[in-house]
Every structure is written in C-alpha cells, then in structure tokens.
C-alpha cells in the first residue's frame, strides 16, 4: 500500500466520505465526550477494517486542533498463523502506525477451555489483556472499533438470547479498573461505509483468525446479522428504530430493572 493511497483514504475520510465517516466520528466524540483534553489513549489494532478505520480516523483527529490528545497502537497477538502476522506488519507500516504487538496465546487457552463455544471467552480474555496494556502504557482510555451495526446487533443478541434488555455504550467507566475507560468513537458509524471505504482503496483486512470460531457454523451473532439484513428489507428502517430503543426507554412500561446490582420492579 503506497503513501499516495493512503493520502487518497485519508483525503476521502474529508470529502466523500465526510458525511457517512467523518461527521459521524466527530458526531460521537461530542456527543459522548470520548475524547478529553489530556487524554491517553490506547487505539486497540486487530487488523480488522473497524479497527484500522478507527486508527486511520484517530491518526487524522490528532493532527486537528480540536483537542489535545495522546494516542498510541497497540495490537494483541492472540496467536495469528505467520501469514497473518506478516500481513498486519505490512499493513500498520503502510498506514504509518507504530504498533506496539502484545504476543498471547489466548487462541490455545480458549481451544483447551472452550472449544464448543469460543467467542464468549476468547473475548474476555483478550480484554482482560488489553486493561493490562492500557496500564503499561500509561493510558487512561481505550479505544475498540465497534460500529453502529455492533450496537444493533448486540442489542437483539441481549433480547433473543439473554433475555435482557441491554446495550453496547459508547463509553464505559471502568469499575474492576479504576481510572481506565472503554470508548467507541465509531458509534454512529454504518459497517457498509466502512467496507465501502476499505475496498475503494485495497485494504485487505485481517479477521479473526481462530481456527475454533470458523468452524463455528452456528454463530448466534452471524444469525442476528442475517436476519437484521432480511428485517430490513422487508421493513427499511427497521435497524435504526433498533438503534434508538435503548435511548428511548419508558420507565412507565417496564416490569422491571437493574440498577448498581440493585433490582427494582414496577411497583416500586
């Protein structure tokens, strides 16, 4: 990947793709206050095309004058075949990220641990990692790449599966880490502006890379996706009415609710 297309990428976040990317990135930074005067933040770096998006777009935020910020790159290794490590190389250099890459061998343990259902601790473990490198370096945030499907998602995974009624914050405060914060600055973000985006300039983005979770047929999140795409179809619309639910909870209505570990009903 030459320095002339990633200027063409990084010009194409301010003009084409201003008001699908840009604007929305900016959108959930004040919105949210995601990003603070003073700040440390840790950019976690899979490879993925979320995750080298939300470089891209941190990388560009830090030359504008709209805050004063420290950001580092950093990617956990959960133990990617050679071929992959050698592409996230090519493609951090490319983009002219200094990564810092945090060997694992996360995928073992989770094949030992969970090999009928990876996902879950595969997850958990690789953030328990990545709080442990926020504090090395010295950061008081960290920054993941989900997007605004993520969140939609997540939210009819919760309802279908769980049976609750939760949802993927833009921010979230820490409390087994003290001091340390969970930020989403591509919250308000569509996934078809991102592939969009990545395919017009030849990324070749890494995923995930477990052995475990390709076999993994009956993934529930794959399931969720597909029939979020067949709503949609059949009721355009219906993803954004999705989105907005957690923001537009009626108290009046519920049987009941969670409130710091504390559960309440409706008669109270």
């Known amino acids: 990947m030459s320095d002339s297309v990633i200027h063409a990428l990084e010009k194409d976040l301010t003009k084409t793709f201003k008001g699908a990317i840009w604007n929305r990135f900016i959108k959930a930074l004040k919105q949210f206050t995601l990003v ?23 990388k560009a935020l830090k030359r504008h004058p ?39 061998t996360v995928f073992d343990v989770v094949n ?32 993941l790449g989900h997007h605004r499907d993520d969140v939609i998602e997540t939210t009819l995974l919760n309802m279908l599966f769980s049976g609750s009624v939760r949802t993927m914050l833009p921010k979230v405060v820490s409390n087994e880490h003290p001091g340390m914060t969970l930020i989403r600055p591509l ?3 569509h996934e078809a502006d ?32 597909d029939w979020l795409k067949q709503l949609n179809n059949e009721h355009p619309g219906i993803d954004a009415s ?26 109270d």
């Open 36 to 58: 603070e005067d003073g700040d440390r933040i840790m950019v976690a770096l899979s490879g993925g095309k979320d995750s080298l998006l939300l470089a891209t777009l941190m």
């Open 66 to 104: 709209l805050v004063d910020f420290d950001v580092i790159f950093v990617t956990m290794d959960p133990g990617y075949p050679e071929a992959l490590k050698k592409r996230l190389h090519v493609q951090s250099e490319a983009l002219g990220l200094p990564v810092h890459i945090e060997r694992t």
């Open 112 to 143: 030992k641990q969970a090999p009928d259902n990876p996902c879950f601790m595969c997850a958990r473990i690789r953030r328990g990692v990545l709080y442990r490198l926020a504090r090395e370096h010295r950061c008081n945030k960290i920054a």
């Open 187 to 189: 919250y308000f973000i």
């Open 194 to 225: 991102i592939i969009t985006l990545m395919n017009k300039h030849g990324f070749d983005p890494i995923q995930c890379g477990c052995p475990l979770a390709e076999k993994n047929i009956s993934s529930k999140r794959a399931f969720v996706k």
């Open 242 to 267: 999705i989105f907005r639910a957690p923001d537009n909870v009626n108290l009046d209505y519920l049987l009941g609710w969670q409130k710091d570990g504390k559960r309440y009903t409706f008669d």
